[in-house]
């Protein structure tokens, strides 16, 4: 009886501790999302502001000469 309720206590230290890795795993890999959701924001915002230019750069440019 006695070395049942020790191999109970060691599973349960065993799950505790793979318990705190998991959410260390999780609690990185959220911070890495929210990392790249911020890159990936200011890259949306860097392509958006490039188009813009581009479309006010092709309404400046005066006609081909064969019109």
């Known amino acids: 009886m006695n070395d049942d309720i020790v191999d109970l206590q060691t599973r349960l ?3 505790d501790s793979l ?3 998991l ?3 999780v609690t ?3 911070k890495q999302i929210d990392r790249l959701e911020t890159l ?6 860097q392509i958006e502001s490039m ?3 581009q479309m006010m ?3 400046d ?3 081909p000469p064969h019109y």
């Open 13 to 15: 230290a065993f799950q």
């Open 19 to 21: 318990l705190d890795e």
């Open 23 to 25: 959410n260390e795993v």
């Open 28 to 30: 990185n890999q959220q």
């Open 40 to 45: 990936i924001a200011g890259l949306k915002a």
């Open 51 to 53: 188009h813009q230019t």
């Open 57 to 59: 750069r092709q309404s």
């Open 61 to 63: 440019e005066p006609p």
